[in-house]
């Protein structure tokens, strides 16, 4: 059983209203990004309709990479996201090098591994202190949990710039990296700036460690799913990479990469703009950290495994509320992971391998932070890009996202209307969705019938 | 309290692939076209928050410029204006809400140096308002003008102050 750190301002929850037909109703408000709205209708003690509309960027994206040349293809689709362009990146070269028939050798493999855990820490670092951990504590954001709370904040601010040094010694850049290409790098970093890295994740891992068990005791809400998990797997390592991987599931799902598109699709959902990805063969499915955790868990790191065994918690997957303590565990483990590819880092080793042009077509899949992000590129002769299709997680979540919200309803139509709003957003925030939002995004018109 | 005394930072913010979305790219690199005192430092950033709270730590003046959507209707055709904030010491409604959900961005970090107690001396915000975000767009006549006039105010603010 979890315990509670320190209580900080609480929401005052209104009585519940009663229970006749309820509608709980988000408008989008206008943002840079795009929309987000959820709507959820009740009546009685049924939930009648969960609708959630997530706007999806990608597909600007492939219409933009068509008539381009494929080395464009990770610099273009790295600015689909700004928190993860690294997995954009390396589905694309993964992807690409698929058709082109290139196998780049380890050493430029383990350094692509390092760079998309640099990645990692950083995504999941910034979405455990600063997007969901105040939702578990009862603050409205994370400025006012900083203030009852400074050096926890402190600590996950100092974890996520570790992680952006990883990302900017090997990417090049912390935002938009430049240093990727099709074939492997443009360059490798001095030892000296690699050394001075190492010092620093050394610290890092302590603090994901300190982070593990600080968010294992954050209490948390009670909510028992039934999901299809679909990550990679690879003989050997925590999936991440897509080399040498399948997709797996836990309902007997073991195909290639490539088969992607016959086992998966696309279908128009009438009341969102967005795509939902389904199995064909069995409907919504769940891709990110529990997906992994639940598939490949023996596969993270001694020390990693090691906490998990010290902890006074038991991760439950079916709650996708303990997700939250999944993403600080692959923090650790990202950490750790880096930190042992580097202890054998060459600077003189290879930068990258030839590439040639042909008419061809590539599939790529890697674990993006959020779980797989899917690519596919049609090739001609002359090297530029006839086709693409990007399939992010976010889109592949929704459905579990709303089937979570109608799981979620349901228990807790004794709450109020801002309580129960508050809940859905911490339940939405369980699978760190790209949608656009505000530290409260679902605007809430109660409607009573 | 900064590292460097009389250092300046000018920290454009912004995404060049969405329309006017890039303002505050086009003001830094506007900027590193002119000849600036050697005690200021121009940026691009898309707002990572880290990035800017070290900035923050690191400098005793810093001028963030980022382009702004304001809720209410805006016309393309009226000029685009330029809001000016000391972001220490005013509330700037504007950046009341957050644009993403996975992302924290400067309202953000202001608020964070604030609570955290590791401000820079001076901190102002320079808002251009933009017209349009939408994707793979170039920005408009009315907020390149902005640029151009925010860069100018810019470089006769940190030449005042040499």
Not at chain 1, 298 to 309: A, F, M, V
Not at chain 1, 366 to 383: K, S
Request: proline share 5%.
């Amino acid at each position: 059983m979890s315990k509670t750190p320190g209580i900080g301002k609480r929401r005052n929850a209104k009585k519940s209203p009663s229970l006749k037909t309820r509608t709980i109703k988000v408008d989008y408000l206008a943002r840079v990004e795009g929309e987000g709205a959820l709507y959820i209708k009740t009546q009685g003690r049924e939930v009648k309709d969960v609708q959630l509309k997530i706007f999806e960027p990608p597909r600007f994206f492939e219409a933009f990479l068509r008539g381009r040349q494929f080395m464009e293809a990770p610099d273009v689709t790295s600015r689909i996201c700004g928190i993860c362009p690294i997995a954009y990146q390396m589905s694309a070269v993964s992807a690409l090098e698929n058709a082109l028939g290139v196998r780049v050798p380890e050493s430029i493999e383990n350094l692509r591994r390092v760079l998309y855990c640099g990645e990692w820490v950083e995504s999941h670092t910034l979405h455990i202190y600063m997007l969901h951990a105040p939702d578990f504590l009862g603050y409205e954001d994370a400025i006012r949990m900083a203030k009852d709370h400074p050096k926890i904040v402190e600590q996950g601010l100092q974890l996520k710039k570790w992680g952006n040094e990883i990302v900017k010694t090997f990417g090049g850049r912390e935002v938009h990296p430049i240093n990727v290409k099709v074939g492997g790098f443009y360059a490798l970093p001095k030892r000296s700036d690699v050394e001075a890295l190492v010092e620093n994740l050394k610290r890092a891992r302590d603090l994901a460690e300190a982070t593990i068990r600080w968010v294992s005791r954050l209490p948390m809400p009670e909510l028992t799913m039934d999901y299809e998990f679909v990550a990679l797997h690879h003989p050997s390592e925590y999936p991440m990479l897509g080399t040498d991987s399948r997709l797996i599931s836990n309902r007997g799902l073991d195909i290639a990469v490539n088969e992607f598109e016959d086992h998966f699709e696309e279908i128009h959902v009438a009341h969102t703009n967005a795509l939902h990805s389904v199995l064909k063969a069995r409907g919504e499915y769940a891709v990110g950290p529990m997906a992994r955790f639940h598939l490949s868990r023996s596969q993270l790191t001694p020390r990693t495994l090691e906490i998990i065994g010290e902890l006074d918690f038991e991760i439950v997957v079916r709650n996708p509320f303990h997700s939250i303590v999944v993403r600080a565990i692959e923090v650790h483990h990202a950490v750790d992971k880096a930190l042992s590819l580097l202890g054998s880092y060459d600077p003189n080793g290879v930068t990258s391998v030839n590439v040639g042009e042909t008419d061809a077509v590539g599939y790529g899949c890697t674990e993006a932070p959020r779980g797989i992000l899917y690519h596919r590129y049609a090739l001609a002769a002359d090297g530029t890009i006839r086709e693409a299709q990007i399939i992010p997680p976010t889109s592949q979540n929704q459905k579990t996202i709303e089937s979570d919200l109608r799981g979620l309803v349901a228990r807790n139509l004794h709450l109020g209307q801002e309580e129960l709003t508050h809940r859905c957003e911490q339940a939405i925030r369980n699978y760190d969705p790209c949608i656009s939002c505000a530290t409260h995004f679902l605007k809430v018109r109660v409607e009573s019938v | 309290m900064s590292e460097h005394s009389g250092s300046v930072a000018v920290i454009g913010i912004g995404n060049l692939l969405r329309g006017d979305d890039g303002a505050g790219i086009l003001v830094a690199r506007t900027l590193r076209g002119m000849t600036v005192p050697h005690n200021v430092t121009v940026f691009e950033s898309n707002g990572d928050v880290t990035q800017l709270l070290d900035c923050f730590a690191r400098f005793q003046t810093v001028h963030l410029v980022d382009a702004v959507q304001l809720e209410s209707a805006v016309s393309r055709n009226e000029p685009a204006r330029i809001f000016e904030y000391d972001a220490l010491r005013e509330e700037i409604p504007m950046l009341e809400k957050a644009a993403s959900s996975h992302v924290l961005g400067i309202s953000q970090a202001i608020a964070l140096t604030r609570m955290l107690g590791k401000p820079p001396s001076t901190l102002k915000l320079w808002g251009i308002e933009g017209k349009s975000f939408d994707l793979g767009t170039e920005p408009t006549p009315q907020v390149l003008q902005c640029v151009k006039k925010v860069a100018e105010i810019l470089f006769k603010d940190i030449n005042r102050h040499c």
